[in-house]
């Protein structure tokens, strides 16, 4: 199957706070119809998303946006990233 015709879906980010002291971003995705909050540690690369209810399904995705444009994101900021999945 060409990646042209696999699943996808929009997830949308807001970035909620920010500490470069403590090096954590926190937000919320929304994603079709879940939404999860998340605290990402980049010192530690250690990603908490919550609730529990579909967490398998962002987690993965969510790491690889936040491990490439983490220190780009600011607070009160949207963003969006695509999840080769159907939601």
């Given at each position: 199957?060409?990646?042209?015709?696999?699943?996808k879906?929009?997830?949308?980010?807001?970035?909620?706070?920010?500490?470069?002291?403590?090096?954590?971003?926190?937000?919320?995705?929304?994603?079709?119809?879940f939404?999860?909050?998340f605290?990402?540690?980049?010192?530690?690369?250690?990603?908490?998303?919550?609730?529990?209810?579909?967490?398998?399904?962002?987690?993965?995705?969510?790491?690889?946006?936040?491990?490439?444009?983490?220190?780009?994101?600011?607070?009160?900021?949207?963003?969006?990233?695509?999840?080769r999945?159907?939601?």
């Open positions: 199957m060409s990646s042209k015709h696999l699943p879906t929009t997830a949308f980010l807001r970035i909620t706070q920010q500490s470069w002291q403590e090096g954590i971003l926190e937000g919320e995705i929304i994603a079709s119809d939404v999860w909050q605290q990402w540690n980049f010192k530690r690369r250690q990603l908490v998303i919550a609730p529990s209810r579909g967490r398998a399904l962002i987690q993965e995705p969510l790491g690889r946006f936040l491990e490439k444009y983490d220190y780009q994101l600011e607070p009160g900021s949207d963003y969006s990233f695509i999840i999945a159907e939601l």
